[in-house]
DNA sequence: GATGAATGAGGCTTCATTCAT
DNA sequence: CATGAATGAAGCCTCATTCAT
């Protein structure tokens, strides 16, 4: 059984490295001698250091996905679906801060800016999870009458900043709170029952 | 009158050439040569390009924290304060979207994990008009009882987001727009009056 | 019988890539995946790539010199052994034009260098053919008084020109034209007559 | 009074180290401490080392082409003025080995292939003027009728290989022989008077 | 003060060669 | 014998910073 993978090692090296210091101070070299390799051997798995970062964001991404679709509570009435998506997200990523460090630096790279709108839940499976959470939710005058993008900043911005803040330390990021925040982040899109 | 301080041009040529380049895609060099001056003129001004960027962050930090004070309705409602501000922001960054992508760029670098909670409104003065309101709104029961740092994500964080999609064109940020989102920001926070 | 012999396919990918590419656009790698065999293969038949560019230079000279003797008319006058020996020389490399491009290369390189006279004809076979050739010529009054480095430069030099053209696609060297300037190079050799 | 121009002085170690050890043989690094310069520094002359090689390569032309243009006898007779050109040519390699053997070094190697037809000779300058010589010669029936291409062959191909031997000390190429010599190239290309 | 040529450390990448399987 | 993953020295180039003018 082989513990050591030398494209995950260096796959593990880089993120640790890029998290805690950024794409430009972590030199290839030191990626590769973090993960126990020589400096060449990263290139029989990555073209070039871009290939390995936007490879590295590919996988994170996908482990995200997973983690999001695992669980997820289909049959389930709306507001329970998106508290769900919402609250996994956010426990996916504090259980695993150097992804959310990660994801969040390579939106602002020129790597991410390609990638525009397909950010954090770029990928087609859990964006249109959420995306027809919205839909249903417009159709149903449940949720508010905004364009989509307005809706996903309402529901998926304030976790961005609250991530940063425990991972800092400044709060402390408990499962009461949490259920507390999804809940103010549906009000924010629900409709006020005016009637 | 000084049409052109040279110290002034400098940091205008940093801001835009990083903006659109990122930090490492902006040579001294260049934007010496952008700000028409010398290379070696710009350490006159500026210890270090780290000195520099961080000297523009502060300098467009304060532009930003006068204009949220600028009109800022001191002995107005609550609710009008919240609402005056999370709006002033956000129209100014639309006027201003550099200044977003550099600050922006700077918290999502090594610089800007120093900085930690002084983000965006770090500066003392607009931070503390905020956290005033949230402290008197939790006082009056008016606000949901949360730490001021959770306040703080959902009454901001869905901003960030929204800019972002505005800069690059995805949606359209007009004031009518503007006031319903701001006013679902205040809809997160305030507290559910069902009692 | 062996339709593959790995040496064999060593050798030719190594010509087919080099003359394509130069020699230090010819990876051991790659030079290996074309000939179907390992890297490490490789030095199993030749102790390192130089080793292998100085065997192929070997392998092909041979062959040269073999076309040459092949059919070269002993017992004929000086003239048509002479016309024989350059026409035969420039048929064969318009025949194997990988070969012409591959002895190029390795002259002009650090390691043709010290091979110093004993170039395309250095074999001693060929080269004293040829230098019979000269001395007999001389002796007779037939050919001018010159170096035999001269008379070789006049004999061959025109046609490593050529070469270069045919190759390239500048001009076409049917067989009325070889032989025209194989006539005009035993003029610039012959002696005038005049006398 | 500045006897050293960093510029002149990289491309005299370039031209030194290049056609002692071959354009690989000769790292950027060397040639800078050649050029009593930071290895930087060529970088603020030469966009990069092709840069630096295409260019030497042209000041060499330049100074080739300039060299056989002075005192050449524009109204002299046809076989004058061609004895002239390849004597010329000659002396002035004789004179300046690192020229000739960096032109040879350039036109073998992936940048003069590009280079094709426009060799040694390349600038229309002296180029045009030798091929003046052909087609008048043609016309006035006292050269073969061959394509230029040959007669550019039959006319300097010897001289290469010349050259070779002279710097390699096989021969000396004193003001005789070289006479003798170019008069032998003239009877390759000579129309035979068989009048 | 201003200039910009010069510096040289340091980054990314290639590739000949080795060696455990 | 063959394999091909791994190595790491070495090459090209960038750029923050200095300093003589």
Redesign the interface.
Known sequence: MKTSDKRTDVLQAALELITE?????APMAEIAKKAGVAAGTIYRYFESKDMLITELHRELEDRIVAALRDGYPSGRPLRERFLYLIGALLRYLIAHPLHFRYM??YF???YGISL??DRLLGKPGSHDILMDIFKQGMEERVI?E??K??L???A???????LR?HI?G??VLDDT?IE??TE??W???KR?NTA
Chains 1, 2, 3, 4 share one sequence.
């Not at 998926?156 to 609250?162: A, N």
């Open positions: 210091r950024g794409f430009h101070g969040e630096q602002n790279s020129p525009h709108r508010k905004f364009p993008a307005v996903f900043s309402l998926f911005g304030p976790m961005i900043s609250l803040d800092l400044f709060i709170l507390q925040i103010a982040c009000d924010s899109i006020n």
